[in-house]
């Protein structure tokens, strides 16, 4: 039972009435960003080391990156399975979470 000084308030996405607090929690869970995960289910977080678990052929940059390259220093992107990173001779570089595997 609820006591009566509660404040809700209305969630439009879910049409609910919430609580003030639930929200709060709710919002903080939601700035952490997606949770990423590599190829065998490692969680990734900024500035980790990635292995490449397949040749990939990088477009507009005319080459392939070949199995177990490692990639130095990754970024996460706020989308759940986009890192992005740096590596020699190519600019912008974004992998997808799935053909990584932490190092």
């Known amino acids: 039972m609820t006591s009566d000084h509660?404040?809700?308030v209305y969630?439009?996405?879910?049409?609910?009435w919430l609580s003030a607090a639930d929200v709060a929690a709710r919002d903080a869970a939601n700035a952490a960003g997606p949770e990423v995960r590599d190829a065998v289910g490692n969680l990734l977080s900024d500035g980790d080391s990635v292995v490449l678990?397949?040749?990939?052929?990088?477009?507009?940059?005319?080459?392939?990156?070949?199995?177990?390259t490692v990639i130095?220093?990754?970024?996460?992107t706020?989308?759940?399975?986009?890192?992005d990173c740096r590596h020699e001779g190519i600019k912008g570089l974004v992998?997808?979470?799935?053909?990584?595997?932490k190092r």
């Open 95 to 101: 992998l997808r979470a799935e053909f990584v595997r």
């Open 72 to 76: 130095k220093a990754i970024r996460l």
């Open 53 to 68: 678990v397949k040749d990939l052929a990088v477009k507009g940059a005319g080459q392939t990156l070949k199995v177990g």
């Open 11 to 16: 969630d439009e996405a879910s049409g609910e």
């Open 6 to 8: 509660d404040d809700y």
């Open 78 to 83: 706020g989308d759940a399975q986009e890192i």
